[in-house]
């Protein structure tokens, strides 16, 4: 075996087992082709190409949607649902911040000696940009306008000042953008447009109230999450039932934040976090996979 394919099968272990059992050797030979050269054989790499588009194959492998790919196991298709489920929680948590935002500002016109709102605050708007997108199907536009909060919480890191707290705060929206950017890929289904359209209305409902009192925002998200975990098990839907627990833990960490804090809303933040502890851990309901 030469350095180059041995390279290259190396490479292919990003790529799930169950994968790499049917196409890898066919992968290698293509890979090889022509490629006779000796010290070509010794010395090279993959290419650049080469490597983005098996990052990209191992991502929608590792996601599949169960609709491009054959012989998927099921497990691959829970997971892939599951992270495209938690994307789109994420997503509609955006929303609500982006209507917090707009509320908050539109408040602070009428206010006394009010400073002029920097320029960056249109970058919290992007979820609303994002959702409509995202449901008809323009998934490279609805990344790149959910991205725009991720660069803020990006850019507040250089501020050693707020960074542990804006970081602690955001995190459930950096990690459910990236569920959001790794689960829709090119060859996942897009998300039922009339269904998500309510959700976002009510996620832009809350994100008035949270515009008003920042803290009873937080809490109400935490709220419909538990709630919603609970219709879910019942109706037993694993997919929405999986996400909602995952979520439920991303927002345990800015919760425990507040009761460390002792700010003035203890009592309810150390309510709702055994809640959401009891979400997170709480069984969920197994649907069985369609033919």
């Known amino acids: ?47 650049w190409g080469e490597t983005g588009a098996i990052l990209g194959l191992s991502v929608r492998t590792h996601l599949a949607a169960g609709a491009a790919l054959t012989s998927v196991p099921a497990k691959v298709v829970w997971r892939g649902e599951i992270v495209r489920a938690l994307g789109m929680i994420g997503l509609l948590l955006g929303v609500f911040y982006a209507t917090a935002a707009i509320v908050n500002v539109v408040a602070g016109f009428g206010r006394p000696f009010q400073a002029p709102e920097p320029w960056w605050r249109v970058l919290e708007l992007g979820p609303l940009v994002a959702l409509p997108a995202l449901l008809n199907g323009r998934r490279t536009l609805a990344k790149v306008a959910a991205a725009a909060p991720a660069v803020l919480s990006v850019v507040s890191l250089g501020q050693p000042e707020y960074a542990l707290t804006w970081s602690v705060f ?35 409902l809350l994100g008035v109230l949270g515009g008003f009192a920042a803290g009873v925002g937080l809490l109400s998200v935490g709220l419909i999450t538990v709630v919603v975990r609970v219709v879910a098990f019942v109706r037993g839907d694993f997919v929405l039932g999986r996400a909602l627990s995952l979520f439920a833990v991303l927002q345990l960490v800015p919760l425990l934040f507040l009761v460390v804090a002792g700010s003035e809303v203890f009592v309810p933040a150390a309510g709702l976090a055994l809640l959401l502890v009891l979400a997170a851990v709480a069984p969920v309901r197994r649907q069985r996979v369609r033919a």
């Open 170 to 204: 955001q995190l459930p929206s950096l990690v459910t953008f990236a569920c959001l950017c790794l689960g829709f890929h090119r060859e996942a289904p897009t998300p039922p447009a009339r269904r998500l359209l309510w959700w976002g209305g009510g996620a832009a």
């Open 1 to 47: 075996m030469s350095n180059l394919e041995r390279r290259y099968r190396l490479l292919l272990r990003v790529l799930p087992r169950w994968y790499r059992q049917d196409r890898e050797e066919e992968m290698v030979g293509i890979f090889l082709a022509e490629r006779d050269d000796e010290l070509d054989l010794e010395h090279s790499w993959p290419g």
